[in-house]
């Protein structure tokens, strides 16, 4: 039988989410709200007085030829750490998910690096591509490969997509292994009866029956590439060579804390915020109706 908690009255229901609505309030609606407040003030070059402008702030950012090319930037970046992470993280589990001897240890090495922090593991990726003391930078450039992520943009960009999908992909790893192990084994049987080989059972059977969890993920790596990969790029490139790894929010932290222009900051918060917000929009109306639940 199945047994329901009722609260009597509706006073100790309160105090229970009271805590998590205090810190959502306190940390996410009270800066969001300042954030779209601010976008529509500038102040002066001393940070004295502060003026209401309206949608300046929204126009000259558009007007703005290098804000453009870090929009390109970010879409780049965003789509290749989705997908790098996606795809290493649902290969790692497929093989996790066989019955090997070992199964266990490698589960659990292939979740660390999630716990380490985004700066500590750009770390990690200059001691391998560092052009004089990274393992490979120096192997490449005594190979004679020139390579040179500090001046190259191109090397740059794939540097930085590198070391944010890295730090993502045990994240991916634990999703979708619980995935793979909630699939009926009695499903994948009778597909090897009927005489399915391995990789067509993946595409035909397990991957629709994982479309959900591929979709959550998906929703998420975007989130996480748009907003959690500032530590990243701040460690390894500084937004550099010549901005070509400035992605939205490396560019709002350099007009808000370096260049102290709040309204211009501000604005591009808003406009950030706005782009992930479409984005999500975009994936729940076009690609959830390919989710088989």
């Keep these: 039988m199945?047994?329901?908690?009722?609260?009597?009255g509706k006073l100790l229901p309160?105090?229970?989410?009271?805590?998590?609505?205090?810190?959502?309030?306190?940390?996410?609606?009270w800066p969001a709200g300042q954030a779209v407040w601010f976008a529509f003030l500038r102040?002066?070059?001393?940070?004295i007085r502060t003026s209401f402008v309206g949608l300046e702030n929204f126009q000259d950012l558009f007007a703005d030829p290098l804000y453009l090319?870090?929009?390109?930037?970010?879409l780049v970046f965003a789509a290749g750490v989705s997908l790098i992470a996606l795809t290493v993280a649902l290969l790692l589990a497929v093989m996790a998910d066989r019955q090997i001897r070992g199964a266990g240890l490698y589960r659990i090495l292939l979740v660390w690096?999630?716990?380490?922090?985004?700066?500590?593991?750009?770390?990690?990726?200059?001691?391998?591509?560092?052009p004089q003391i990274g393992l490979l930078g120096r192997a490449l450039n005594e190979a004679g490969l020139p390579f040179d992520y500090k001046l190259n943009g191109t090397q740059a960009m794939l540097v930085v997509i590198l070391a944010a999908a890295w730090k993502q992909v045990s994240y991916n790893f634990i999703f979708f292994l619980a995935g793979l192990q909630s699939i009926p084994k009695s499903v994948l049987e009778a597909a090897a009866i009927d005489g399915a080989r391995p990789a067509y059972r993946f595409w035909t059977v397990?991957?629709?029956l994982?479309?959900?969890?591929?979709?959550?993920l998906l929703v998420v790596n975007l989130v996480y590439a748009f907003f959690e990969t500032f530590g990243v790029i701040d460690a390894l490139t500084k937004g550099g060579p010549a901005r070509a790894t400035e992605t939205l929010i490396y560019r709002a932290y350099i007009d808000g804390r370096v260049n102290l222009d709040l309204?211009?900051?501000?604005?591009?918060?808003?406009?950030?915020?706005?782009?992930?917000?479409?984005l999500t929009a975009v994936q729940f109306r076009f690609i959830e109706r390919r989710v088989h639940y």
């Design 2 to 8: 199945e047994r329901k908690t009722v609260f009597e």
């Design 43 to 47: 102040q002066d070059a001393f940070g």
């Design 69 to 74: 090319e870090t929009l390109r930037n970010t």
């Design 210 to 216: 994982l479309s959900p969890t591929t979709f959550f």
């Design 206 to 208: 397990t991957f629709p």
């Design 113 to 130: 690096p999630y716990a380490i922090a985004p700066a500590v593991a750009a770390v990690l990726w200059i001691f391998l591509f560092h």
């Design 263 to 278: 309204g211009m900051s501000s604005a591009q918060s808003v406009v950030l915020m706005l782009v992930v917000i479409l």
């Design 14 to 29: 309160c105090l229970l989410v009271a805590p998590q609505l205090l810190v959502t309030i306190l940390f996410f609606f």
